[in-house]
């Protein structure tokens, strides 16, 4: 009978289901826009005082650069709604699209702290100016299945499709003329800054309501 049961072999396989979809984009033909938007955050921080949000550091405009970012910011908004449509599907004809936009500039030491976008369907960051390689500042975005920190040994990862250990955290370290599109349910933050000068950033939330 033992024998038997040395006989038993196991055909299994493996399949990731429920994929989290993320868009990393990168414009080109791009730098007159990106030129644009850069000055008109530059005149605007000059001119405002900024806001409090996820940011440690730095400026943060109030959510209405649409109002102040000229066709620059009008065209991005519109580049970041196709890029998002090429991930959603609606049941019952298209929706409205609605965008809201604001600037981030971070000085050296700046970071933004892991928050999500509540209410929101998706989030962009376009990078102006992303500082430094290699100096930190990148983007992370957090496994949204959050089972690390329930886990017996903190240490484990489930081995993927792809035969390679499962990250809880994804770190982009993004260029000038980078758009990035995730969920905005996912939770995410930019790592501190270390290099020297001004990163700029531009972020979107993008929403949808029935037409
Ligand atoms: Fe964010």
Redesign the pocket.
Known sequence: MADDFDRIRVRAEQHGLFETCILLGSLTGAEAMTAALEAAIRAHRDAEPGIE??NVGGWHSKTDMLDWGGPAAAKLADTAVKMAKRMSVFGAGEPLWSVRMWANVSPPGAL?MS???PGVLW?A?YYVAAGEAGQGGELYLEDPRFPVPQMTLPGFRAIGADGMPQEVEHRIAPKRGDLILFP?WMR??VRPYRGTGERISI?MNLYVREA
Do not use: E
């Open positions: 949000r996820s933004n928050h999500a976008h989030a960051v905005a995410h933050g972020a």
